[in-house]
């Protein structure tokens, strides 16, 4: 158990370095970086195209990130216990 956390908390060490502060994401997917992700977007409720909503942009932190050590930990553990993983894998490579 120890050397597990030990492990973990290592290369938490490790993504804390390389991504601290790269997980950031526009709610409107179309946008790439934080100067673009300004305004308003529309989405349509359950796809029907005459039931159309505007929402505001928003740049958000992704719910899981290495903004610090103990999330960079969750994060790792959530990779290693393979629930979830496919979420992260894609933040990782938009980052």
């Not at 039931?51 to 290693?80: C, G, Q």
Request: hydrophobic share 45%.
């Amino acid at each position: 158990m120890a050397v597990t956390v030990l492990l973990i908390f290592m290369f938490g060490v490790i993504g804390v370095q390389l991504f601290k502060g790269k997980f950031f994401m526009c709610t409107d997917l179309s946008m790439d970086n934080n100067q673009t992700c300004q305004g308003e977007f529309i989405t349509y409720k359950d796809g029907d195209i005459n039931k159309p909503i505007v929402e505001e942009r928003v740049w958000e932190r992704s719910p899981f990130h290495y903004d610090n050590i103990m999330h960079a930990m969750l994060t790792l553990f959530v990779v290693a216990t393979f629930e979830g993983w496919p979420g992260i894998l894609y933040v990782s490579i938009d980052s």
